[in-house]
Every structure is written in C-alpha cells, then in structure tokens.
C-alpha cells in the first residue's frame, strides 16, 4: 500500500486544518495508508525531522502540505530543503484553496480547490503511468499549478455527494474539541462579488442523513466531540436541507453546536427556518450582509430591501436567545467599495452597527476585484470596468498588500471607482473592525477554545476566551505540545 505524510499548516493553529483530514479520508478510500500531522506551525524543526524519520519508509510516495488559507513559514522552507536532501524521491505537494502568496523553493506541485480528484489524477500519473495532467502556468509565476477550483476544470470535485471524513486514533483527538463538517459543496446562488467555484447549483446534491448521523455518533463516541464549523458556502440555501440535519440530530444522544455561513435574508424571507436551525444546533452564524445601501444590494445580487433586514436580524437575534438552549452568536461582514457605495451610505451603516448588541461581531472587507479569470471570477472581476471601476495601477501600497494577502489574490487591482479607492475602503473597514472588540467573539473563532476545553455556553455568554492573553497563550501550547508528543511516541 502506498504511503504518504500530510502536513496541515495554519497561521493560527485554533482549529485542526480539516482540508487535510478530507483529502487523507480520501487516499485511505483509494487504498492509500494516509497521515495528517497538525498544527505544524508550532512543531520545532527537529521535530519534524524525527517524525519524519520514524514515519518515512519504502511505501511512501510524497509528503503533502494542506492550507485553507495560504501561509509559509521559515521553519517549512528548511524542513522542506531537507525533505529534498534526505528523501529525493518524495515529491512535495501543496493543496489549498487560494493561491500560494508566498514562495516555496522545494514544493513539486501545487493543487488549487477541492483536490480529491485533482490529486489521485496527479498521483496516477506519477505512480501509475496514469493520463498527464494539465498544468496551469501564471505570469506570476513558475509554479507546477493544478487548477481544481471551477467548474469548468476536468479536476473539480464540486457538488460530491460523499463528504464524509472518518478520523483516526494517531489524530489524538481530544474530548471538547471542535471538528468541522462539509453538507454540500456547491450554492444555488450567484453574487457578483463572489468566487466560490460552484454556484448556480441546480439539483440536490447535499450528503445523506444517515451518514451526518454516523459521523456525528462516531466523533462523540470515540472522541467527545459535540461542536462544528460548518463547512459550506452556505448551509441554509433550502428549508429541506436544513430539516434534513436537523431530523438528524433528533437521533443523536447529545446536543451538538453548529457555527457557520448563513444567508441572513433567506431566515427572514422563510421564518419557519429559525425552528429547524434551532432543532439542528445551528446558533453560531455568520451572515454576509455586505451592504446596507438598498442599490448596492440590488446589485450584487442581495435585494432585500435594507429595512427588512435590520429588522429581520433582530428578531432572529430575539428568537434564538429566548428558546431552547438560549444561545446565539453572530458575526456579520460587510464589503466597503460595492457599485453606489459612498463614504456617507457607509456612516449610516456603521451607525446601525452601533445599535447593535456588543456581543455581535462585526467583520468589514474592502472589496477586491481580480484581473484574470481562472475559471471561478466573480462578475466583478470579469467585469469590473462595467461597473465603474478602474485600476490605478499602483501596488506598493501598504493597505493593498494588506488585503491582497489576506485574501489570497495574487492579482487583484487597486480600483478606485467615483465613491472611493481602494485604500479609502481599506482605511473604512479597519476602523470599524477595530471598534467592536475582541475578535474572539467571531463565530469562527469560537472553537478556539476547544483546545482548553471551555464550555460553550459559558464562552458565548461571556464573550471571554481562553484564547486571550498569556493564560490562553500558555493552554494552547500546553495542548499543541501535548498532541506533539504523542505524535511523536506513536508510530
Ligand atoms: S456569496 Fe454566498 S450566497 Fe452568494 S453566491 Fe457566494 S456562496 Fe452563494
């Protein structure tokens, strides 16, 4: 049986790189013994060389790197130079879903979106005398690229129906963690900001009730597990979907805790939703709002009118902390540059941001439009000239830097329409961010304390985290080491 190490790096090291898990559940399906190493930003370099000692042998054929959101570090540019020393033979592969933004000397491959298929083409070729696969070359760069991330890739793996993941014991999995859980890879919508490779989805191509039962059953069983990031671009796209999960969590023995995407309009456009999402466990969500300015809504593709949803949110708000568990959290994010957006829409908006309850997050992004299509550009991006925008041509800005690395967009443009720039809208959004407080109360950092166990209800209800401060500093690298040695003495 081929053998092959995956590596799961994030900057943050607050959840466990789930892409990683995936792609590993998958080699195994396909007769691949698979490993996933976590956390590997806090591994000393000589740890990761002894892992690698006491793992490598004559089965195996690469060592992966997987990445939600793409980050590097010294330590892997050495331990990657040494893997090439040491093991010549092992092709380095790294998966992720944007672009890599950093440089890699010693990686072979790169693969962008969801890589199931993408990676078993790539590993039949290298090891099976398979079909070449098709590489995609950038201006930007050199790099060996496998584009998986449109539809019109012949290595996409949108609308897969078998999203489970199954874990392993040599995970070390720990009692309060949080896991997160994948329903459907695909939306029914079409924003024009947005880039997520599937959209327009017709049919139904969500996973089965009975295999979100098993999962959920097996991780509490085996590890204690009760909490989830939800995965998708948007859960709540049918009321049927949700009802589905949540007549799943009727059969379970304990009450699990969802947090993730939500259309805020879709809640308020079919109010019996709420009961569902409340049934399923579903209390942690992030909208994306966008706009409060009824013309930019119209025009990306959110119509409600802004009343119905400043409105709407405060019932869904009243609703969820007055029934069941009395638990809610929210976080809602905004673009600052959309077509009809001016600074004085913005002040309005940002006023009734204030209105809000303190625990609500609120999350603002300038708008980022890229140059080139690689199969999943937004309208806006294919279009952008059409909607009032132009490139200024200038890219040593600080703030531009700022948010192109944040977004992994190797080639978005400075625009600047009649409103603003996109240095003004920079400028907006972090001066909102930065005036409503701890980003440990953003929904998806609410698994940040799965590493030390906090209960849930005490951390929404006091918005307080261990995350924070030294006290938090010294659990999570209590609980990293911990997994490190016993990664380590496993073998
Ligand atoms: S922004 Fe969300 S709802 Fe809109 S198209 Fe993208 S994934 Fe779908």
Not at 175 to 181: A, P, Q, R
Not at 321 to 330: E, N, P, S, Y
Request: with cysteine; aromatic share 14%.
């Amino acid at each position: 049986m081929h053998h092959c190490l995956i590596f799961s790096i994030s900057s943050d090291n607050v959840i466990r790189g789930f892409g990683s898990y995936k792609i590993a559940h998958h080699l195994r399906k396909n007769n691949w013994d698979a490993e996933v190493i976590d956390y590997t930003t806090s591994w000393e370099l000589e740890e990761l060389k002894e892992l690698v000692r006491s793992r490598v042998n004559s089965n195996t054929k690469f060592i992966g790197f997987g990445q939600l959101f793409t980050c590097w570090t010294i330590t892997l540019e050495v331990f990657t130079k040494w893997l090439k020393e040491i093991y010549p033979t092992l092709y380095l592969l790294a998966g992720m879903q944007g672009f890599p933004t950093y440089n890699a000397n010693y990686i072979d491959y790169y693969i962008i979106g969801h890589a199931e298929k993408a990676l078993l083409s790539l590993l039949s070729q290298l090891f099976s005398n398979g079909e070449s696969i098709e590489l995609h070359k950038f201006e930007w760069s050199n790099k060996k690229v496998i584009l998986a991330n449109s539809i019109i890739s012949p290595y996409h793996a949108g609308f897969m129906t078998d999203l489970e993941v199954q874990y392993q014991d040599r995970d070390f999995i720990r009692d309060g963690e949080w896991l997160t859980m994948e329903f459907s890879r695909g939306c029914k919508f079409k924003c024009a900001f947005c880039d997520f490779p599937y959209l327009k989805a017709k049919g139904n191509y969500i996973s089965s009730k009975d295999s979100f039962v098993t999962q959920m059953r097996e991780n509490y069983d085996r590890f204690g597990v009760k909490n989830y990031i939800v995965a998708d671009s948007t859960f709540n796209e049918t009321t049927e979907k949700i009802k589905t999960y949540a007549d799943g969590v009727q059969e379970l023995n304990f009450d699990p805790f969802f947090s993730g995407f939500l259309r805020a309009d879709l809640i308020i456009s079919r109010p019996q939703d709420k009961e569902h999402l409340l049934n399923m466990g579903f209390l942690a969500h992030a909208y994306g709002i966008e706009t409060l300015n009824y013309k930019s809504g119209k025009a990306i593709g959110k119509g409600m009118h802004p009343d119905k949803i400043k409105q709407g949110f405060f019932e869904i708000y009243n609703y969820f902390k007055t029934h069941d568990r009395k638990l809610f959290a929210a976080t809602l994010s905004f673009i600052v540059g959309l077509p009809y957006e001016t600074k004085q829409t913005i002040v309005s908006t940002t006023e009734w941001i204030d209105s809000l309850p303190p625990e609500v997050y609120i999350s603002i992004h300038p708008l980022i439009i890229n140059k080139h299509d690689y199969g999943n550009a937004s309208e806006f991006s294919l279009n952008w000239e059409k909607y009032g925008y132009s490139d200024r041509n200038v890219t040593d800005s600080k703030s531009y830097k700022d948010a192109i690395q944040r977004d992994s967009s190797r080639d978005a443009i400075n625009w600047q329409n009649e409103h603003m720039t996109m240095d003004e809208a920079l400028e907006i959004a972090d001066s909102v961010n930065g005036s409503r407080g701890s980003l440990m109360k953003d929904v998806w950092m609410l698994a940040s304390n799965a590493m030390h166990g906090m209960d849930i209800e005490e951390r929404i209800i006091t918005s307080q985290s261990y995350y924070d401060g030294a006290t938090g500093k010294d659990r999570t690298e209590k609980f990293v080491k911990k997994y490190i040695q016993n990664k380590l003495n496993c073998n």
